[in-house]
């Protein structure tokens, strides 16, 4: 049997991580979330799924989980996550330290196989090279949010060289799916187009991203668990198929048969890079299986969205 923790696991990645982690009766899992983002109902009711309320960033919650249960593998997902969410509350951002710090500490005192961190594409900042490579491209954002996770990452290292606490990082880029917030661009446009409401872009559409669906994400990372070429390495999660922005609207509107129209508003402040690309090299060889289309996303993201 093995032992699972997943903080921040009632949120978008984390509960459908834990959801397939789950259909292996061998496995235990430990979701533990604080519910300011995540949701009671995103928890799979399954019988080796436990939930505990607590906050990472506070070590009097946080311990007592690490010493009643035990755990041989710990993902941290915990984190405050969202483009203006993070520009908000930069001081609530950098708390998120607290946590990471609090998780690496008992993960090393219980004897934690490998810490699994969710970092982000963020740390990446504007581009400097095409496409982003885990370790050629610099890690060049200012963000409070991505020096968090770049800091995240130096911990995590610091701690393998001292301690021997071995880890995988990965740097998470847009991800969709059945269950994410409607902060996210995907989710909003859809929601957008199937009820006929404008579609609103930031700027003038010409940014890009890659698109990432959650299964592609979820059976990656579960793979890395078995995999000995990941451990105490940085591996993108995301998808090498660019688009932009305003191709993305279009595209949706088509996939919905919607009558929404396109409305640009003024561009964001800051945080929103001009173009997202990662090199999915060591992804596609964990994942062993060709990645999911966007238009194959979609669609399932459509279906799952009118069922309800």
Not at 171 to 182: A, D, I, V
């Amino acid at each position: 049997m093995s032992r699972f923790l997943i903080t921040g696991g009632a949120g978008f990645i984390g509960s459908n991580l834990a959801e397939k982690l789950s259909e292996n009766a061998d496995n235990s899992i430990t979701i533990v979330d604080n519910l300011s983002t995540g949701r009671i109902e995103h928890i799979t009711q399954c019988p080796n799924v436990k939930f505990i309320k607590a906050d990472t960033t506070r070590f009097s919650e946080i311990s007592g989980v690490f010493y009643t249960c035990g755990f041989d593998y710990v993902f941290h997902y915990a984190a405050i996550v969202g483009v203006q969410r993070t520009l908000q509350n930069p001081v609530k951002v950098l708390r998120d330290l607290d946590g990471i710090r609090n998780i690496l500490d008992l993960s090393k005192t219980i004897n934690v196989k490998r810490v699994f961190f969710a970092s982000s594409s963020e740390v990446y900042g504007e581009p400097v090279e095409l496409k982003q490579h885990e370790e050629r491209t610099p890690l060049n954002s200012r963000l409070p949010y991505a020096v968090v996770k770049n800091v995240g990452e130096a911990f995590l290292r610091s701690y393998k060289h001292e301690y021997g606490l071995g880890y995988t990082i990965f740097r998470f880029f847009n991800t969709y799916g059945p269950r994410q917030s409607s902060d996210f661009v995907i989710s909003k446009f859809l929601e957008a187009a199937l009820s006929g409401r404008d579609i609103t872009v930031y700027g003038n559409g010409t940014q890009t991203r890659t698109f990432c669906y959650i299964k592609d994400n979820i059976e990656a990372t579960i793979n890395a668990i078995t995999d000995k070429a990941t451990v105490d390495k940085v591996i993108n999660i995301g998808s090498d198929t660019e688009i932009t922005i305003n191709e993305l609207a279009k595209k949706i509107i088509q996939a919905t048969k919607s009558k929404s129209k396109i409305v640009h508003l003024p561009p964001l402040k800051e945080g929103d890079m001009t173009r997202r690309n990662p090199d999915v090299t060591k992804m596609k060889k964990i994942l062993k299986r060709p990645l999911t289309t966007l238009e194959e996303g979609i669609q399932d993201l459509i279906a799952y969205k009118t069922a309800k």
